[in-house]
């Protein structure tokens, strides 16, 4: 079983920046995706950025530029950075990890960028 905790989140003013990380504990394989999704009030649950299982990164259009996504491979842990928020992006950003043909999910991080 894997277990992910995230942190970070929280209320800022559009063109600020935020930072999430998500950190992996549990059963972790020697290889893995992991990355970030959000899920907007009457949404449905979308991609922002993931690294993918061969290690390249993958990115929504609308956060292209403006969000970076970092790995650091000792502690499995994922961040992302956050800048140039728009009232847009407010959502609830999951964590999510996939290895060995399961997907698990963390509990989600409440963005709110206000305008």
């Known amino acids: 079983q894997v277990q992910l905790v995230e942190s970070g989140g929280g209320l800022v003013q559009a063109g600020g920046s935020l930072r999430l990380s998500c950190a992996a504990s549990g059963r972790t394989s020697s290889s893995y995706a992991m990355g970030w999704y959000r899920q907007a009030p009457g949404k449905q649950r979308e991609l922002v950025a993931t690294f993918m299982l061969g290690g390249t990164t993958n990115y929504a259009d609308s956060v292209k530029g403006r969000f970076t996504i970092a790995r650091d491979n000792a502690k499995n842990t994922v961040n992302l950075q956050m800048n140039s928020l728009k009232p847009e992006d407010t959502a609830v950003y999951f964590c999510?990890?996939?290895?060995?043909?399961?997907?698990?999910w963390g509990q989600g991080t409440q963005v709110t960028v206000s305008s």
């Open positions: 999510r990890l996939y290895q060995l043909g399961k997907l698990y």
